[in-house]
């Protein structure tokens, strides 16, 4: 007697499988009794599941009937289901009672969850927490037509004066003429070559082209100058200029195309997760001869944040969108050094006091640079306050940022630091501590004690505490008396006493007994310093106060 195959769907994560057993003959012999059909229906169950799971580790490749159903249903939200309790059990083919099958399911889903197969994953996922910048816009539609929401300047049909309806109307449109353009293309000879004389359709639509240029406007008249200044005046740049009427009409659908094209390379990029909403999308900039990985978020304009790369010259810190006019620009740039006066220099080493206000674009793009390596910063555009100490080193091509601190013309607190940054191609080469003490050179001249102002940045706490323990080491080696006072440290070095007190608690150097508080001169830290000096030699990273040439400001 032949065998009879049946199909049976365990769970949701089993295809169909095959049992060749005899449980079809006693179903026959059994017809009448419903218990035991009852029985045999779970015993076919369980030895299917068991088969299943020895057949998918023996043959791996083995093409099932159910391949086709292998993707999981989409929920309402349009993303895969996350739980199993999302997914339906049941099935067509199978010939039982749906509880049975849960019942089996649960027996063996021990067995049947590590054969489920892999869940797809809806490629194109909204976050719809995430809104257009764009007043006013409530994020649907998209400038191709193509998309239902969009999340950014480039994509928003509102910005570009325009509706949801009109880009969907303008990829159709724009679909026909590619279409046209193909069909145009598969008529002309294949093995053209590259003088080849146009053919008559060329010659006319060149034509054509060259008659619709002639036909546009020399100048806008009056009424339209009213609406352009109006819609400028209303909207400023959170809209595109209106832009009718300014060129003929054939060049306006010529820039549509590109800015939809754009717009399309763009929405694959965020679908693919190379570019992501609200997150920092400048992952490298190029400046001077180094190619920068970018650490944080910095609010450069969104035309240049999107790009992903930025272009920065790295004497003037403008900040541009591509090589080509970061080259134009550096053979027309004139700045080999920062701008205001140069108040030390020894060796290669320069520092330039720069006025916020005399100097506003250079210090806010200089800010909008250090946001891209700091975490805490939130200075960007007011600078006019700020005097901005820029350190430099000098070759035969000019003097090249490699760090700067920034501090307030009148500090209420004795702030010496507001914000300090070293250029990530020069740290851990000793240029953070010559900063640093050099902004306490400069309390010393003024006669105040200085302290950074916080929070400060994990590298900058690290940079600080290091330089606090090295003066506080030199104050111990060089002193000669009997009783040290935290004041008279403080005074002699322009720290601020709370530093001192946290810095010789870190060094286990204060004690608190009888009532008091004395400082312990331990001199196994003090004789590692010196040997560490010695080693280090005569190195070329220190600040020599003979070199400052400065005077305080007085006033603002």
């Known amino acids: 007697m032949p065998r009879r195959r049946q199909r049976h769907v365990v769970g949701s994560g089993s295809d169909g499988t095959e049992d060749s057993d005899s449980s079809a003959e006693r179903e026959q012999t059994n017809s009448s009794e419903s218990d035991g059909t009852m029985m045999s229906k779970r015993q076919r169950l369980t030895r299917a599941s068991t088969r299943l799971s020895q057949s998918s580790q023996d043959t791996p490749d083995l093409k099932r009937a159910g391949d086709h159903d292998e993707s999981p249903p989409l929920t309402p939200t349009g993303n895969a289901p996350s739980s199993e309790s999302e997914l339906d059990i049941s099935s067509p083919n199978a010939s039982h009672d749906e509880s049975q099958a849960k019942d089996a399911a649960s027996r063996d889903s021990d067995k049947d969850l590590s054969h489920r197969p892999k869940r797809r994953r809806c490629h194109e996922t909204y976050n719809f927490n995430m809104k257009c910048p764009t007043p006013g816009c409530n994020s649907l539609g998209h400038l191709t037509g193509k998309h239902e929401r969009h999340f950014a300047v480039s994509g928003c049909p509102l910005y570009h004066n325009l509706s949801a309806d009109e880009c969907k109307v303008k990829a159709v449109s724009r679909e026909k003429q590619e279409e046209d353009m193909k069909g145009q293309d598969e008529g002309n000879t294949r093995h053209a070559t590259r003088h080849q004389t146009p053919t008559s359709k060329q010659s006319r639509y060149k034509e054509q082209v060259t008659e619709m240029r002639k036909g546009r406007n020399s100048g806008l008249q009056k009424e339209q100058k009213e609406k352009h200044t109006e819609h400028r005046q209303t909207h400023s740049n959170t809209r595109e200029p209106l832009l009718e009427n300014i060129t003929s009409e054939y060049d306006l659908e010529l820039f549509r195309k590109a800015q939809a094209r754009a717009s399309e390379d763009l929405e694959k990029l965020r679908i693919q997760g190379q570019i992501t909403e609200g997150s920092n999308m400048i992952k490298t900039i190029l400046f001077g001869r180094y190619e920068l990985d970018t650490w944080y978020h910095s609010p450069y304009p969104e035309e240049y944040a999107r790009l992903g790369r930025l272009y920065v010259c790295e004497f003037c810190l403008k900040y541009m969108k591509s090589q080509t006019i970061l080259r134009r620009h550096m053979a027309k740039c004139v700045w080999k050094h920062p701008p205001g006066d140069e108040v030390y220099r020894k060796g290669a080493i320069s520092v330039f006091e720069v006025d916020g206000k005399k100097n506003k674009i250079y210090c806010q793009n200089l800010c909008l640079l250090a946001k891209l390596f700091l975490d805490h ?153 010196k040997a560490k000096e010695t080693k280090r030699g005569n190195n070329n990273k220190t600040i020599d106060p003979s070199s400052l040439k400065w005077t305080p400001p007085k006033g603002t």
């Open 377 to 529: 910063k939130t200075l960007y555009y007011d600078v006019e306050p700020f005097l901005f100490y820029v350190m430099t080193e000098a070759d035969n091509t000019g003097c090249h940022l490699v760090g700067y601190f920034s501090k307030e013309k009148n500090s209420f607190l004795n702030y010496n630091v507001s914000c300090i940054l070293t250029m990530p191609q020069y740290m851990r080469q000793g240029y953070g501590k010559m900063l640093i003490d050099f902004s306490y050179l400069l309390s010393k001249v003024e006669e105040k004690v200085g302290s950074p102002e916080r929070p400060l940045s994990d590298l900058g706490l690290i940079s600080y505490r290091s330089y606090w323990k090295e003066v506080l080491l030199r104050y111990m080696y060089n002193f000669q008396g009997k009783e040290i006072s935290i004041k008279e440290i403080s005074q002699e070095t322009a720290v601020n006493p709370v530093d001192i007190v946290s810095t010789l608690q870190s060094l286990q150097m204060l004690k608190y007994w009888k009532g008091k508080h004395l400082v312990l001169k331990r001199q196994d830290l003090i004789d590692e310093w």
